[in-house]
């Protein structure tokens, strides 16, 4: 079965620092990879995906992730981190062979506090 | 131009009601999805559109939760006799294509609150 792990439930950092935000995944074959911020009494928005290609994947705001095939990793960054990107951050993962649908599993959310 | 529009966006019903959740995906997205996020559970998949037809229902919780797509394009979510369990935020998405790797466009949800 499919499944994402994000081990930190908050992340605290200092403005003009960098981030990031951990994900790990399971899944047999080759995983479509996602992550999602989520504002305040708003739903979803899409940062970037990892179809295929180069490992790094760069996103909206500036953000950028690194998929590692053999750490099963795809850590969510950002060189310079801004008071505004202080958010819930979601890591998700679907599968190719997943019906020839998007059926997202979703981590379970690691909340990004960025202090002035 | 226009997003995922659900309606109502606060829902305050009593134990045993029935409620309906009303989505309106963006326009020309063929896929329509539904979400549930709770407190203990994050967010989980609940049933997938295309079309109007709903070909992965795999996530209703119980036969008192249920779903249609009309038009191909609006979508509403039933939840009968309501629980306290099912207090929580649903989610609705689109996305233009079919595939696994189309991104999804989320609404803001509809909270619903059963007291």
């Known amino acids: 079965a499919q499944s994402v792990a994000q081990p930190e439930d908050q992340v605290n950092v200092a403005e003009g620092n960098p981030l990031t935000v951990k994900c790990t995944y399971s899944v047999s074959g080759n995983p479509y990879l996602f992550w999602y911020v989520q504002y305040p009494n708003r739903g979803l928005q899409f940062l970037l995906k990892y179809i295929t290609g180069d490992n790094l994947v760069k996103g909206s705001y500036g953000f950028e992730a690194e998929f590692n095939k053999s750490q099963t990793s795809f850590h969510l960054k950002k060189p310079s981190a801004l008071v505004s990107d202080s958010a819930l951050y979601f890591c998700?993962?679907?599968?190719?062979?997943?019906?020839?649908?998007?059926?997202?599993?979703f981590g379970a959310g690691t909340r990004l506090a960025v202090h002035p | 131009g226009a997003g995922v529009s659900q309606s109502p966006s606060n829902k305050v019903t009593e134990k045993g009601k029935d409620v309906e959740l009303r989505c309106d995906p963006i326009?020309?997205?063929?896929?329509l999805y539904w979400y549930r996020q709770s407190l203990g559970q994050g967010l989980e998949f609940l049933i997938y559109f295309q079309g109007n037809s709903a070909p992965d229902k795999s996530g209703l919780p119980s036969d008192r939760f249920s779903a249609e797509r009309t038009g191909g394009s609006v979508s509403t979510l039933t939840i009968q006799r309501t629980q306290q369990e099912d207090s929580a935020v649903y989610l609705c998405?689109?996305?233009?294509?079919?595939?696994?790797?189309?991104?999804?466009?989320f609404g803001n949800g509809t909270r619903l609150t059963v007291t």
């Open positions: 998405a689109s996305s233009l294509a079919q595939g696994a790797n189309s991104p999804l466009h």
């Open positions: 998700a993962v679907s599968h190719v062979f997943s019906g020839g649908y998007n059926k997202l599993i």
């Open positions: 326009s020309g997205h063929t896929a």
